[in-house]
């Protein structure tokens, strides 16, 4: 059995300026705080920001949920939305009449690795939903023997949504991009290339 690695004392060690996952305290600390941008962003969160925006969401001024408060993507993903000017209601597993509250947004991110969670009920008509869960399921048929599903019931929140994010598909080659994106931003920096 391995050790148990300190996940704060190694992001602690992790020079600022190669931090491409956009996890150190710092680059989390400059992305919660106006006025100040983190050498990195976090890159599932920046993915689905970059989904939004060339899939002509309005952000600004609309009515944004997040399910989910994880560091890798719940927090990170409600601080970018505050910085596109949304209002931002994060539900959590302690959160009372979540469908509720997921009802009123115009914007719906799921990142709480529970599967079919969100069910078409759920959302408001006309909702963006980008579901970043992903949960294996057996499913012999399959060459590796199970499926993905993510945390939207995707065939019930497909005639309701105005734009949805299927699994697998979607969030994850997002996230891969923002990564090759940080990574040439980080080599630029390093090599003083604009």
């Not at 400059?30 to 100040?36: D, E, K, P």
């Not at 560091?71 to 209601?89: D, E, F, K």
Request: overall charge negative; some cysteine.
């Amino acid at each position: 059995m391995g050790q148990h690695l300190d996940e704060g004392k190694i992001l602690n060690v992790l020079k600022l300026e190669k931090d491409v996952d956009g996890f150190h305290p710092l680059n989390m600390g400059n992305l919660a705080m106006r006025g100040r941008d983190p050498l990195f962003i976090p890159c599932t969160p920046k993915g689905c920001i970059e989904l939004l925006i060339r899939s002509s969401v309005e952000i600004m001024g609309k009515n944004a949920v997040v399910i989910g408060r994880s560091n890798i993507v719940g927090l990170p993903i409600s601080l970018l939305l505050q910085r596109h000017h949304a209002t931002v209601t994060i539900v959590h597993a302690f959160t009372k009449n979540p469908e509720q509250i997921a009802r009123e947004a115009d914007i719906v991110v799921t990142a709480a690795g529970v599967p079919n969670l969100v069910r078409g009920n759920w959302l408001k008509p006309g909702a963006a939903v980008i579901d970043v869960g992903t949960f294996p399921v057996e499913d012999p048929s399959c060459e590796n023997g199970y499926r993905l599903i993510g945390d939207v019931c995707y065939e019930e929140a497909s005639k309701v949504a105005s734009a949805i994010t299927p699994v697998p598909g979607g969030v994850g080659p997002m996230t891969i991009a923002m990564l090759l994106s940080n990574t040439l931003d980080s080599a630029k920096r390093a090599y003083d290339f604009t």
